[in-house]
């Protein structure tokens, strides 16, 4: 879409977006229904959100690269765009009308809902690096504040019922839902605040997805059809009588179906595949990277009690596949003060008989103020001098336990080798998993497969609609 100005007027911004000047005669209770109605436009166009930022990844190599923006990868994300507000107009962007989006990319001329963006012949490569984050960022912040907003009512006590919660324009949906249900008539004022909500959020997108190099005014240009307004210090003079008025350059005529089922099926299926595969593939390195000297290790959680110990809650481990999932498990604690401490592991009715009637401390979960305090006294043995223990450890410093896992009950105990009173101790809990580093390979593996399949299909795709365009 090109638009041909007369001198002295500012060029419109290179995403359009129009509708017609009053709503298209919505009823009165469609859409009450419409969410139930556009779960297939959702369903699909997040499919096509999924390939349009590959693609976007796609172009901005190519802008690096050439300092243009791919045309059969913009006519696709274009045409993302333009499904997507089709699809809000006649939902909840706009409910402004109850004919049915039609499932296309292309522009349909009898649909009251338009969207074109004018196509850069050339891009700048610094910028494409930066616009989509940074420049773009106090964009994103009005997005965001806008973008969510609640509706309270307080009683005589001063508490609130929340009513309703949403985006700005749900809001305004809303209004307008309510006003065409009791009085049949769609409030004009609220329809052109919602097209200018809507127009600048589409100049946003476009601006992000590096489809132009124009800054996104911070205005609502509000209605339907925007046409280009007078320069503000520039005046326009008409060409004297007489003289021949240059006709508009003729366009070059673009092919109307480049985007076809086949291609279009090809680029989303192969977008979906790489996103899997990054997912995957991220998932694997992660697992891989995971262990710390082969341990998978909890973050350190400072454990205090005034009494004389601190203990776990009880751990039972059960089932034929505990060997299989679980190796080693690893308890490690340091006293806060430096001094020494005392950790061990037992089965789970030795460490309660060696507990009973001491003043000691059972976590329960990591959310405060849920542990349980167990009254009583010193205990009547040095915790090292015991035989309990499956396994344990004392002295100054980091103290460590190891013990293959095994079914059973297990309680792990924290305490000061002396018996005194006041535990403070730093403790991180790990394991190791025999299954962690073939789950890793095996995601890795995957993960790229999924790449390599994915980046092939939007290749192909790509290249098809190309080759189309070119005919």
Known sequence: MTAVLATGTV?????????????????????????????????????????????????????????????????????????GWRVSYYSYGALATDRYPPFTLHDVPDYPAHLDVDYPEHLSRGKALVKWWLLVLPHYLLAGAISYATITLGDERGRGELIFEGGLIGMIALIVGVALLFTGRYPQGLYDLLLGINRWTMRVTGYAALMTDVYPPFRLDQGGQVEPRPAPEDTAYPPPLGEPVAAPAAQPARPASVWTAGPVATVVAGAVAVLLGLGTTTTGGVLLAAPDDGFVTSPTLTVDSPGYAVATETALLEGAAVDDALGLIRIRAEATDGGEVFVGIAEAREAQAYLAGVRHTVLRGALPGGDLQRSGAAPATLPQQTDAWLASASGPGRQAVEIEARPGSWVAVVMPTDGSAGVSAKVDVAATFPWLEPAAGALLTVGIILLLGGAAAVTLGVRTASAREHR
């Open 11 to 83: 060029p419109a911004y290179p995403v359009h977006l129009t509708a017609p000047p009053t709503p298209d005669r919505p009823s009165r209770g469609l859409w009450l229904v419409k969410w139930l109605l556009v779960i297939p436009h959702v369903v699909v166009l997040a499919l096509l959100w999924a390939a349009f930022l590959v693609l976007s990844v796609v172009a901005l190599v190519s802008i690096l690269a050439t300092g243009r923006y791919p045309r059969a990868i913009f006519d696709f994300n274009v045409g993302v765009m333009r499904w």
